[in-house]
Each structure stands twice: as C-alpha cells, then as structure tokens.
C-alpha cells in the first residue's frame, strides 16, 4: 500500500526534467516501481533504507 508522502510517478518525472543528479527512496519497492515506470528518464537512482538479514529461529 502507498503511503500519502510518496511522491506519485508523474511527480517524480517532473522532479527528473530539473537539474537533479540523483533520486534516492527510502524502499526498495519504490525505487522498483518508479525505475520500471522511468519516472527518472534515465537518472540514477538509489535506495538509502537499511538492509536487514532475516534471522532463523532454528538452531
């Protein structure tokens, strides 16, 4: 489900035709969704969320 404050793919297009070098989400599923849609237009971008290794509870 989208939050609110996620910018809309067509906001982050217009966001891309300004001189910006690099666009950064907080998700990966953003950052997935709005490369498949080229929202940047070519721009590189990249995920700044943390990481996290799922742990196993067997021993």
Do not use: C, W
């Not at 217009?14 to 237009?41: C, M, R, W």
């Amino acid at each position: 489900m989208r939050r609110l404050q996620d910018p809309h793919v067509e906001e982050v297009r217009y966001s891309a035709d300004l001189p910006i070098d690099l666009f950064g989400e907080n998700h990966v599923q953003e950052l997935v969704e709005k490369t498949d849609a080229n929202a940047y237009n070519g721009k590189p971008g990249t995920s700044s969320g943390i990481y996290r290794r799922t742990r196993s509870t067997r021993s």
